[in-house]
């Protein structure tokens, strides 16, 4: 049975994960056609519900719905009646009442599109909630490294920076670990989360070490909107310790892959030169990302059998109706 | 008789068991030989033709129909697979999955395509394979070649090019290999 939600990495398991990402390939073929569209979602209706800024994600599942042929309902907090003060159950309940087959979510508090799941029966995707998950990003993270080593068995990959208030580093952790990688988390003591019980990967507070043994070395943002907690001394200070520098650039391997989930502080965790180093897939993260989404949106709204159709006919000879796997 | 097992989209496939065999190694060698020869005839030649194949059923045999148009005239044959699953009516009706990634050589635009494959049933595979072709060009016309025709259409849809016509029960299933066609049913 295909899964109905995108929550978490954790509910996929190996694999789903590998399943997703063989089904990539296929929507990767069709995002290099001449004419890139498919009609496979056709009369499927998705929301956005992004209650967090985003440019990338919000225009990557944009785009992967288009392709797809489903329709879209754009929902932005600041013009919706949130501002009148509408609950997020109200306004969920208001959209699923127009008819949607699916729901990305955003949202500043982890557990929302868990809580949105149990009131309307849409599909819900998370496209981040809080610090706790952001399961397409880590998809396409997956489907980035395995596009360039084939296997993730046995890789090593660094996660740098702040892990702390990390979605994206959370998802990865879990991908990387069940495709068989080792993940190091490299941080200064004050940007690690304060309980590391159930990480499943190491731990290290000196980049130096750790960048020799690694396949791929992934920069998360330095959240700058948080720095008034003052968790780092100064940016030069991070960017010393932590950032991959032009000097660490120069001692990097040659195959060793730079990847940075966007947007990019040029100059604090990755400078000018390692962002535009031929080592870094940070454009193909982006382009990968329209790709994967298209997967996962068309694994959760087109296998639901003949629960999405009611009224479809159901040939005799066509065996049973449940999903696959 | 021969079992086999059969890749189709999950839960589907399992294995085939054989009732009777209708054709043999080489008659599927000398049909491919025939539809090469009449493919060509059909076209005054192989330019602009292109060659594609079905997945997975059609593509080891619109190899072979390929390989046969170059040994005939001396010239390329440019070849292409198609996985139709995105295009299919049947989407949201029952579980459909891209198995194959698709691969066209070049555009399409008045190009001559001819479509392979294994089985020519209900037609509706191949009204997904029309659809999807449209997404690379416009072809100035498309074909059919294949080499088993069972009946059973549901869609004004005829072959150009037929290896064998073979009278079915739709409750049967036609096993397509290089090896021979053997008519039998799935085994759940």
Not at chain 1, 76 to 95: Q, W
Not at chain 1, 129 to 157: E, M, N, V
Not at chain 1, 306 to 322: I, V
Request: charged fraction near 25%; aromatic fraction near 4%; glycine fraction near 8%.
């Amino acid at each position: 049975m295909s899964p109905k939600h995108l929550l978490s990495i954790d509910d996929l398991g190996r694999d789903w994960i590998e399943e997703i990402l063989r089904l990539t390939d296929s929507f990767a073929e069709v995002s290099a056609r001449p004419i890139p569209k498919v009609p496979a979602l056709r009369g499927k209706n998705i929301a956005w519900l992004f209650y967090e800024d985003s440019t990338r994600t919000r225009l990557s599942f944009e785009t992967a719905a288009k392709r797809l042929s489903a329709d879209t309902m754009n929902f932005s907090v600041s013009s919706s009646s949130v501002n009148k003060g509408e609950s997020l159950r109200d306004t969920c309940l208001t959209i699923s009442a127009m008819g949607v087959d699916a729901i990305v979510v955003r949202h500043k508090s982890a557990g929302v599109p868990w809580q949105i799941a149990k009131w309307i029966d849409a599909s819900i995707i998370n496209a981040g909630d809080g610090w706790h998950q952001h399961p397409t990003q880590a998809l396409l993270d997956c489907y980035t490294l395995t596009q360039k080593f084939g296997s993730l068995d046995g890789r090593h990959i660094a996660i740098v920076g702040d892990i702390k208030h990390s979605r994206v580093a959370r998802s990865d952790i879990a991908a990387f670990t069940a495709l068989g990688a080792e993940v190091t988390i490299v941080a200064p003591q004050t940007l690690m989360p304060p309980s590391l019980e159930g990480w499943n990967c190491k731990v290290s507070h000196d980049l130096d070490a750790v960048l020799p043994t690694v396949d791929a070395v992934y920069l998360l943002r330095m959240q700058l909107e948080r720095q008034q907690e003052a968790l780092v001394p100064s940016l030069r200070e991070y960017t010393a310790g932590y950032g991959l520098t032009d000097e660490r650039l120069e001692h990097l391997g040659a195959n060793t892959l730079i990847m940075h989930p966007g947007p990019m502080n040029r100059g604090v965790e990755i400078s000018q030169k390692a962002a535009d180093d031929p080592r870094s897939a940070v454009t193909q993260q982006v382009a990968n990302g329209v790709s994967v989404r298209m997967a996962v949106l068309f694994l959760l709204l087109g296998n639901n059998g003949s629960d999405s159709h009611p009224n479809a006919p159901r040939p005799n000879d066509q065996g049973p109706n449940e999903g696959i796997l | 008789m021969a079992e086999r097992e059969r890749k189709m989209t999950r839960p589907f496939g399992g294995v085939f068991v054989a009732r009777t065999s209708v054709m043999s190694a080489d008659d599927i060698d000398r049909a491919i030989w025939r539809m090469s020869h009449e493919i060509i005839e059909h076209n005054h030649g192989v330019d602009n033709v292109v060659v594609v194949g079905l997945q997975t059923g059609g593509v080891p045999l619109a190899e072979r129909i390929g390989e046969a148009m170059v040994e005939i005239t001396g010239r390329d044959v440019p070849f292409g697979t198609i996985d139709v699953a995105l295009h299919r009516d049947d989407i949201g009706i029952r579980p459909v999955m891209p198995e194959e990634v698709t691969s066209i050589p070049c555009d399409l635009l008045n190009k001559v395509v001819v479509l392979i494959d294994d089985v020519l049933f209900t037609g509706r595979t191949i009204r997904a394979a029309l659809d999807a072709l449209t997404t690379f060009g416009r072809p100035r016309s498309v074909q059919l070649a294949v080499m088993v025709d069972r009946g059973h259409r549901e869609l004004p849809i005829r072959p150009d090019y037929v290896g064998k016509n073979i009278p079915t029960r739709r409750d049967e299933v036609v096993d397509v290999t290089l090896d021979g066609v053997q008519l039998g049913e799935m085994r759940k």
